[in-house]
């Protein structure tokens, strides 16, 4: 089985290099695509043309949701059971894990975080553009973390934005907890919801608990040891003999 990891697509924005992806990758009925997040379909809470496109692949396709993703539509849609992860069917061949569950495919566990926290809020909508729902809420980004954390081992991470020390080391940027303004922007509190680098620093720090990390988010590609940021690359695992090869 075959597994493409894709990130950031924005809609119809990028959705010409995913099919530069599948040209290169030659994916059969049984592979996946996983998407590590800003899928943006129904971006307007209807049906439009990106959600069309994924909807009409021969394909799986797992998404881990970013912060570019319309909350509530996803929340709309039927929950159900798919590769022994619970999320919600969008159509299709598409399914969102929800924050912690643990999806198998191809004989490999695929751990997913999703979420992301959206530094241009001061241009974005609550409730049009902008969703509460982009970062997790302290209980459950600690409860998607037990479930991971329990395991001794899980070969593939899934995240939307990147560990926080990663990130501050292989960007050479600081990632910073979300800014006052953001929370008086969002009508929340501060401290009720978690900036995902900050909660994957926990994991990331014990790395004999996975095996491949793959996010987005940042529109860069970039590497080091078992992570991988996604923008232009895509990355193509064999899941028989192990086997990854870089695309785009």
Excluded at 11 to 25: I, M, N, P, R, S
Excluded at 88 to 116: E, M, N, T, Y
């Amino acid at each position: 089985m075959k597994l493409l990891f894709v990130g950031d697509t924005h809609g119809t924005k990028h959705l010409a290099k995913v099919e530069g992806f599948l040209a290169q990758a030659r994916l059969g009925p049984r592979d996946a695509i996983i998407h590590c997040g800003d899928i943006g379909i129904a971006w307007l809470g209807e049906e439009d043309e990106a959600l069309r496109y994924w909807r009409g692949l021969p394909y799986k396709v797992l998404v881990c949701l970013g912060n570019h993703e319309n909350y509530r539509w996803v929340s709309g849609q039927p929950l159900a059971r798919r590769f022994g992860a619970l999320g919600h069917d969008l159509g299709g061949r598409v399914f969102a894990p929800r924050p912690g569950q643990i999806a198998s495919l191809g004989g490999k566990s695929l751990w997913f975080f999703p979420g992301g926290y959206s530094i241009d809020f001061y241009f974005r909508t609550p409730g049009r553009n902008l969703f509460v729902e982009e970062l997790l809420s302290e209980a459950d980004a600690r409860h998607a973390m037990d479930r991971v954390l329990k395991r001794a081992h899980t070969d593939f991470i899934v995240s939307h934005d990147g560990p926080r020390a990663f990130v501050t080391q292989a960007f050479g940027f600081p990632i910073a907890q979300p800014h006052a303004q953001y929370w008086q922007h969002t009508g929340q509190a501060p401290g009720i919801r978690a900036h995902p680098g900050f909660a994957l620093d926990e994991l990331y720090n014990q790395p004999e608990r996975f095996g491949q990390w793959y996010f987005g988010h940042h529109h860069q590609d970039v590497a080091q040891g078992k992570l991988r940021c996604l923008w232009n690359q895509a990355a193509l695992v064999d899941t028989r003999s192990g086997e990854t090869v870089l695309l785009g």
